[in-house]
């Protein structure tokens, strides 16, 4: 069983950064794909980012094209998510999320993931 821990999330002004970390029990093949996703209140969860951990290739979500950046640690298996120029509609619970590498185009999909964390809460005032 993966485990995946969260941290990074808190209240900010709206313009604001936080950098986001997720902790990997394992991170091997079994969990070549990482990603983040976020929901808010009401709404369903949404892909945010996503990384292939052995190529490095990267996925956004055009909502955060230019604002959120995916990156990784291998030595500390890790992935974070920096988030620059925060909106009050980035307000949300972000999740960390791995699988396997499967099917092209899903990245950004709760069906690629098999493990989730408990989340990080962010919140953005205007």
């Known amino acids: 069983q993966v485990q995946l821990v969260e941290s990074g999330g808190g209240s900010v002004q709206a313009g604001g950064s936080l950098r986001l970390s997720c902790v990997a029990s394992e991170y091997t093949y079994s969990t070549n794909l990482m990603g983040w996703f976020r929901q808010a209140p009401g709404k369903e969860r949404e892909g945010v980012a996503a990384i292939y951990t052995d190529f490095g290739s990267t996925y956004y979500a055009n909502s955060v094209k230019g604002r959120f950046t995916i990156s990784q640690d291998k030595a500390k298996s890790t992935v974070y998510l920096q988030v620059n120029s925060l909106k009050p509609e980035d307000t949300a619970m972000y999740y960390c999320?791995?699988?396997?590498?499967?099917?092209?185009?899903?990245?950004?999909?709760?069906?690629?993931?098999?493990?989730w964390g408990q989340g990080t809460q962010v919140t953005v005032s205007s």
């Open positions: 999320a791995a699988g396997q590498r499967g099917v092209v185009g899903v990245e950004l999909n709760t069906v690629a993931y098999k493990y």
